[in-house]
């Protein structure tokens, strides 16, 4: 008689247990707790950013103005740092800039160097990689005397991109040519040697032309295409 009650006991109370479990359920089924800040949250992606090295803001404005139109998720971050004007053909200038440039506080992301040349044919390709110099000296009517030694005007724009993600990987170069004829200065004095550049098939030079204008044609908008293209083909580069 008494393990028949002690059995009916127990039974008593698995079934309270039971349904105090299914009462905690239902209740926490109608009022589910908060997650916390941390689950809420998640992991975020991770932000994808290049460093450019260069300290000419006119040369970033150009290049982001282009980018950012195929990749507002790319953050491109202009670190002013005066990179050595070294001496070479473009392509290893490039190469070697990125060398200098993996070693400088713009380590860390992936690392964008550009070298410009402007290059007379009648004086065998100069000033080429040297343009800055004879800028610095003697402006665009300066760049216009010289030509004019020579019946010959022609000349083209180049820009070479150069990119690399760490010391391990290789570098990335892009390169656009826009080909054209030095004439005598006209338009916008505010950026380099775009007023004596008169672009092939054009009748504005680079300084008369608006920046969208400019930007469809000139030798950075080629290469920035070109490394644009890199990145739709490379989408994990990061």
Not at 134 to 149: D, E, S
Request: with cysteine.
């Amino acid at each position: 008689m008494e393990s028949h009650e002690k059995k009916t006991e127990e039974k008593f109370l698995e079934q309270k247990r039971i349904s105090s479990e299914k009462k905690d359920e239902e209740k926490n089924e109608e009022n589910p707790k908060p997650k916390s800040k941390k689950e809420k949250k998640g992991k975020k992606p991770k932000k994808k950013i290049i460093n450019f090295l260069s300290s000419n803001t006119h040369k970033y404005e150009e290049l982001t103005q282009i980018f950012k139109k195929e990749f507002p998720d790319i953050e491109i971050r202009q670190v002013k740092i005066d990179l050595p004007e070294l001496q070479g053909y473009p392509e290893e200038i490039v190469k070697d800039k990125l060398k200098y440039a993996l070693n400088t506080k713009a380590k860390g992301n992936p690392i964008l160097v550009e070298d410009t040349s402007l290059c007379f044919n009648s004086y065998g390709g100069l000033p080429g990689a040297y343009i800055k110099y004879f800028l610095n000296n003697i402006k665009p009517q300066g760049l216009y005397k010289m030509i004019c030694a020579f019946d010959d005007h022609s000349a083209y724009a180049q820009s070479i991109f150069g990119l690399q993600k760490n010391k391990k990987g290789g570098p990335i170069l892009f390169i656009g040519k826009t080909e054209g004829e030095i004439v005598e200065p006209r338009g916008s004095f505010d950026f380099g040697w775009d007023p004596c550049f008169l672009p092939k098939g054009f009748d504005k030079t680079y300084g008369e032309m608006s920046k969208d204008e400019k930007n469809e044609i000139s030798h950075r908008g080629k290469s920035v295409n070109a490394m644009i293209k890199f990145f739709k083909e490379n989408p994990d580069f990061f």
